[in-house]
């Protein structure tokens, strides 16, 4: 394993997932402080590569920093354990929820050096965030006094991102499958996107603007490095005072003012088509609903002209029978 620092700390997407359940799990049962765990991978030249982790008991003094506790045998256990699934990864560092950086993170830092050489911390945001990648990875380094006091250790920041291997990226793209809402559309996703990106564009502009203005006001020192890559950025903007830019700029903006115009007029006209359809379906279903009530009405009155006929005819044949028989009777009399 490199003694030197490394350039860059990649972080595999399952990493994320173990250290986010840590956090819950413990957070179901109350404990609402930082979780800590070991990180396991390999080395690529000056990048780590860190590929999975596992938590680790942990407890601490919140009064107290000095105070704390982790569990030496557990770490040795399960590294022993991933060693027989995996001999390639091996410990490369170590984990926390942070938010921030704590006072007793180097001495933790030294204790998980016993077990790997220049190991490398890692501050997960294990809550939701906006804006911004969830890592921020560290290295110690000793930082020398020029007034010949001992040398202390304190933490330099190195750069991070999320890496994935194809398999992962299978899974990964499930996982939000799922949690994804399928009812929103994708231009409202493709617009949630472009803020998110928009407001990470203005927290980068607002770091650059803070770190210029420390050294302006000579609270930071001057680092050419940092001033070669702001000229860079600086240099790839385009010209927006070019006439072309601004005639080609203004097209573009027409164009797609014109879209949305068109656009809305469909939608007016579609709108007013279902309309005026709606309103001819109800009109035929109430010329239907008339019709019916009107047939109903009808062969209710036949019926009770039928039922009168046939009481007529009952009421006939019932005289004619009296009759019959009141001349029968007259006739037996005069007898």
């Known amino acids: ?12 997407p399952i990493v994320l997932l173990s250290v986010v359940d840590h956090f819950h799990r413990l957070s179901k049962t109350g404990n609402e402080k930082r979780v800590v765990g070991i990180l396991l991978g390999s080395w690529r030249k000056d990048t780590v590569d860190i590929a999975t ?13 000095t105070v704390w506790f982790l ?39 030294d204790l998980v050096g016993k077990y790997c050489s220049n190991p490398i911390l890692v501050i997960v945001g294990a809550k939701v965030q906006d804006v911004g990648l ?3 990875a560290y290295y110690a380094v000793e930082d020398i006094h020029n007034d010949g006091t001992p040398t202390t250790k304190t933490f330099e920041h190195v750069a991070s991102e999320i890496g994935a291997e194809e398999s992962e990226e299978v899974g990964v ?24 990106a928009l407001q990470g564009l203005a927290t980068h502009l607002e770091g650059i603007h803070d770190y210029l203005a420390k050294v302006v006001s000579k609270e930071l020192p001057i680092n050419h490095a940092i ?8 240099n790839l903007l385009p010209n927006l005072k070019l006439e072309q830019f601004t005639t080609s700029f203004a097209v573009k903006t027409n ?78 009399t005069k007898k």
């Open 134 to 136: 969830p890592t921020d």
């Open 1 to 12: 394993m490199p003694t030197k620092p490394p350039n860059r700390v990649v972080v595999h």
């Open 255 to 332: 164009d797609q003012m014109l879209i949305i115009y068109l656009a809305s007029l469909i939608r007016s006209v579609i709108a007013l088509h279902n309309l005026i359809s709606n309103k001819i379906a109800n009109r035929e279903a109430e010329k239907q609903e008339g019709k019916a009530s009107k047939r109903e009405g009808e062969t209710g009155k036949e019926g009770g002209d039928k039922k009168a006929s046939q009481g007529g005819d009952k009421d006939k044949k019932e005289g004619s029978e009296k009759k019959d028989d009141s001349s029968a009777a007259k006739g037996s």
């Open 71 to 109: 569990d030496h045998d557990y770490v040795e256990n399960m590294a022993a354990m991933f060693r027989k699934v995996n001999s390639r990864e091996r410990i490369v560092g170590w984990y926390h929820t942070g938010p921030k950086l704590h006072w007793n993170d180097i001495f933790i830092h």
């Open 173 to 196: 793209e499930h996982l939000l499958r799922d949690i994804q809402d399928n009812t929103v559309g994708t231009l409202s996703q493709h617009i949630t996107a472009q803020l998110q």
């Open 53 to 65: 982790s596992f938590a680790v008991p942990f407890d601490e003094d919140e009064r107290d920093p």
């Open 227 to 234: 001033l070669y890559h702001l000229q860079d950025i600086f």
